[in-house]
């Protein structure tokens, strides 16, 4: 049934609560994708990508549209200074959305070529950006619009602010799509979701030390996701990752082990940390934003 959690391991008893449920927030979407959660209103804004447009919810009040046309927005993120930072699809970019609401272009292209479609982003302390290139956005009509591939892999993107330097950490993925790091931020975890359009691809998260220099080293498949793949996913203070899948959200120890789930009827995409105490879970599955609250807060 839908909100059933689901505990593997003891160790879930602390991170998941007694007498909660799964709440369904919003409904009415066609894929919902890139939640993220605003302190300063007590909002979350998401993507629908296919109808081209962003969506908020706020706490004690409701949903609207948020953005419309989005450009058939994917992930998003907000930056060290509470700034808004989304990826497109169908403009094949990076943006960020400054406090007065104007749109600032982070990175558009790499190495004179234009980037494929950017699918999630996240901030490092230090106010590097992040982000995944999969082609998602330019194969079809319905989160983009078709186009030809013209970066030769399929990278992960690291953008320096400091010096406007855009540069490939990682480009041996075939889908890389969800990206987070680890509380200390030693670790970066990078979801790969290959499967989707290559039989026998991958659906596995991938695991990366990351240097002083903000270079990757690479550590090997973190875990195999069986359930569908995994989409987006985030950490909680204390390095579990909580990770969507097709049959809703699972929970790993840093060690891998699966600890719990949280069964929901739609393929969850992706999912944030957030609430006044960052200790509630916002959902994206499919039609819908959904909410649980848990027992450990988010690490960001
Ligand atoms: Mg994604």
Known sequence: MSGDVKTYDARFKYLSLPNVRLER????????????????????????????????????V????????????????????GRLVTCEHLTRRVTRTEHDGSITVIADSY???????????????????????????IMNDYEGAPADQEQENCNVFRFDPSDGALSVVADD????????????????????SGVSHQDGGPHHIRKFGVTDANTLTDQGVFQ?????????????????IWTS??????????????????????VVSNLAFGGPKNNRLFITATTSLY??????????
Do not use: H
């Open 111 to 137: 190495a004179g070529k234009r980037l494929n479609s950017p699918n999630d982003v996240i901030v490092k302390r230090d106010g590097t950006i992040w982000f995944s290139d999969p082609s998602y956005g």
């Open 245 to 266: 899948t097709g049959g809703g959200v699972q929970c790993f120890a840093p060690d891998a082990d699966l600890l719990g789930e949280i069964l929901i009827d739609e």
């Open 25 to 60: 927030l919003c409904t009415g979407m066609l894929w919902t994708e890139g939640p993220v959660y605003f302190p300063l209103g007590d909002y979350v804004l998401w993507s629908d990508i296919p109808n081209n447009r962003m969506m908020q919810w706020i706490d004690g």
């Open 291 to 300: 909410a649980i609250f848990v027992g450990v807060r988010g690490a960001i």
């Open 173 to 192: 993925l075939v889908k890389p799509n969800g990206l987070a790091f680890s509380p200390d931020e030693t670790v970066l975890y990078v979801s790969d």
């Open 224 to 240: 195999e996701i069986e359930i569908g793949i995994s989409d987006g996913f985030r950490l909680d203070v204390d390095g579990n």
């Open 62 to 81: 409701g949903s609207r549209v948020f953005r419309a046309p989005s450009n058939n927005a994917n992930g998003n993120t907000r930056d060290r200074q």
